[in-house]
């Protein structure tokens, strides 16, 4: 597995609460890993507050396409790595890949597309300045297109 040096990455240990009855991580709790990935990523690495997109300027970040391919198990105890790689860059749109490793391992591989939206009109909105510019660089640190 090819990872961008520099790509953002996050390490998580499953816990019991991520488990269903067989003691596999339950699909679902992925998606909030996803999401929680995300989050984290727009703060550390771009430097943008999510909750000030969120609460100050009425804008959220919704998952609008997601093809996810689960590889290998994880269950209760088990470590994942979540690196974030960011492909492809629109006018309020953005393509990433989530990749999920252990070791060198790939456990899963997430391609997702996430829009800039307005939470009163529920339309998309193109990005801020302020934003793009680290989306541009990240962008350039993975390898990706505009």
């Known amino acids: ?9 996050v390490q998580r240990r499953i816990a ?3 488990c269903d009855p067989a003691g596999i991580v339950f699909y679902p709790e992925f998606f909030r890993m ?3 990935l995300f989050e984290e990523w727009f703060e550390v690495a771009l430097g943008v507050p999510m909750a000030d997109e969120f609460l100050v300027h009425g804008r959220m970040f919704p998952f609008v396409h997601v093809d996810t391919d689960f590889k290998v198990a994880r269950r209760m105890g088990d470590n994942i790595a979540l690196t974030l790689v960011l492909h492809r860059l629109g006018r309020s749109s953005m393509h990433y890949a ?5 070791e060198g391992r790939e456990i899963l591989t997430a391609n997702l597309v996430s ?3 307005s939470k009163e009109t ?3 909105i193109p990005f801020p300045d302020y934003m793009r510019r680290p989306l541009e660089a990240y962008l350039a ?3 990706g297109t505009n």
């Open 98 to 102: 989530i990749l999920g490793h252990d």
């Open 115 to 117: 829009c800039l939206a």
């Open 141 to 143: 640190l993975c390898g």
């Open 122 to 124: 529920m339309k998309t």
């Open 16 to 18: 019991f609460s991520h």
């Open 1 to 9: 597995m090819d990872l961008p040096p520099g790509a953002f990455t």
């Open 34 to 36: 996803f999401a929680d």
